[in-house]
């Protein structure tokens, strides 16, 4: 298989390849250019209901940390095949108790051409201490862009998704 399998190809995959019982229900995977990155539910903690907000923050990021250690093995061995099959680095996380935790990401780098008012923004975010370099406050700016306008985004990739399954009907190409 090459790098341009499908999301429907590559979630079906870790479906019938992902261990039973690992997650509460099919994991969220998404697929870019180069990286494969599988987050799955873990079941919440049983504590007493007077249990407080402190004991059920240690709870979950042991039951996290302990799913980390437990699947390694079998979750590297799994990123193999998948990388080789995809062509794709394949990253992992879990949500719980409504947080996020990803264990490994790729940071990929992409390069740019700006202007001088866009390196005076982020030489702005430098010299004050909100990053450590250029491409730490270029992160850090789209990031922004991507929590603020998550819905517009959204919209985007939805139309983007129509416009490919309007090319899957058209004529084949020569």
């Not at 019982?21 to 873990?42: H, K, M, Y």
């Not at 990803?102 to 201490?129: H, K, N, S, Y």
Request: hydrophobic content about 45%; some cysteine; charged content about 30%.
């Amino acid at each position: 298989m090459s790098q341009h399998a499908t999301h429907d190809e590559i979630t079906g995959w870790f479906a019938g390849r992902l261990t039973d019982g690992w997650f509460a229900g099919a994991p969220e995977i998404t697929v870019d250019r180069e990286e494969i990155l599988v987050v799955g539910s873990l079941a919440d903690v049983e504590l007493p209901a007077d249990a407080s907000d402190a004991a059920r923050a240690a709870a979950r990021a042991s039951r996290i940390e302990r799913f980390r250690d437990e699947s390694r093995g079998t979750r590297m061995a799994t990123a193999e095949d998948a990388q080789h099959r995809f062509r794709k680095i394949v990253s992992w996380g879990v949500v719980l108790g409504g947080e996020r935790t990803l264990f490994t990401t790729a940071g990929i780098p992409a390069m740019t051409r700006l202007r001088q008012p866009e390196r005076i923004v982020l030489d702005t975010l430098v010299e004050a201490g909100v990053a450590r370099s250029r491409s730490d406050a270029l992160a850090w700016c789209v990031k922004l862009v991507g929590e603020h306008e998550s819905e517009w985004i959204g919209r985007l990739r939805d139309a983007l998704g129509a416009v490919e399954e309007a090319r899957k009907g058209g004529p084949a190409s020569a």
